[in-house]
């Protein structure tokens, strides 16, 4: 029993649909998925058709047809090299955007379909509905799209690439639509918040995967030291009825008006500001 457990408990590989809609095939949708992954580590790599299989599990059919597909892909390279003759893989960035900006740009008029003249063959007018797209309605936030949400945190927070792990955080906020603002907002505050501590940034595919957007939708109490608090903004000068105490918060603590004793201590600092905001 014990043995068919530990089979069927087998590492799973990361599938996004999206592939399916650009490939237009399950299978090489399978195979880029896989691909993606290996990309965000490294932009070639070298894999054997073996070892492709025993990661994804297609037939060696259902693989040579993928890999046909794939090398359809402009943003992606499919070479042989070396001798013996070995096959590799490599991503072009900037294409791949260039590419996902022009399908996010296709449209279907009514009583027709339209298709990408680049890309007919891959994906039609399926890739209309790809979560790459980033086209906005009235209805929409017309400014915040999944690039514009990693442009802010590698200029507000952090530009390492280990931080940013651009493609997969692509793919994290992508499965967001909903949470586009708060995404944003919770990236916001948190730029104050780094900036204020000094504290390592968290990586920007965490941040999301993990929703600690959620944790900043207000701004936090900056904790410099433990007497060193920085209020958030939009609280100070405000004055509040707490337990039958009049306090005013000030930018690095709050003040017992009555007892003109001010309290700086981060710690009670966050509690307070917790409380009146019924956290």
Do not use: C
């Amino acid at each position: 029993m014990k043995h068919i457990l530990k089979q069927l408990n087998q590492k799973p590989i990361a599938y996004y649909p999206v592939y399916r809609e650009i490939t237009g095939s399950t299978t090489a949708g399978i195979l880029l998925s896989q691909l993606m992954y290996w990309f965000s580590k490294k932009d070639k790599i070298f894999k054997t058709d073996k070892e492709i299989q025993e990661e994804t599990l297609l037939s060696e059919k259902e693989l040579r047809n993928a890999k046909k597909l794939i090398k359809k892909l402009d943003f992606i390279t499919v070479s042989r090299e070396g001798l013996p003759a070995k096959t590799f893989y490599e991503i072009d960035w900037e294409k791949m955007y260039s590419s996902l900006a022009q399908w996010s740009k296709l449209e279907k008029p009514k009583g027709q379909n339209t298709t990408s003249q680049k890309d007919k063959t891959l994906h039609d007018q399926r890739a209309k509905h790809s979560i790459y797209t980033e086209n906005t309605t009235e209805n929409t936030t017309e400014s915040i799209t999944p690039s514009s949400i990693i442009s802010f945190y590698r200029t507000n927070i952090s530009s390492k690439n280990q931080d940013i792990q651009e493609p997969s955080s692509f793919n994290q906020i992508n499965l967001r639509k909903d949470e586009f603002e708060k995404i944003m907002l919770g990236l916001k505050n948190y730029a104050k918040y780094i900036s204020s501590t000094g504290k390592k940034p968290e990586a920007l595919f965490f941040f999301v995967r993990n929703s600690i957007y959620l944790d900043y939708q207000e701004e936090q109490v900056a904790v410099k030291g433990k007497n060193e608090a920085i209020v958030p903004v939009d609280l100070v000068g405000k004055r509040f009825i707490v337990d039958g105490e009049d306090i005013e918060f000030k930018e690095d603590g709050y003040l017992k008006i009555e007892k003109d004793w001010k309290v700086t201590n981060a710690a009670d600092v966050e509690k307070l500001v917790n409380l009146v905001r019924g956290a």
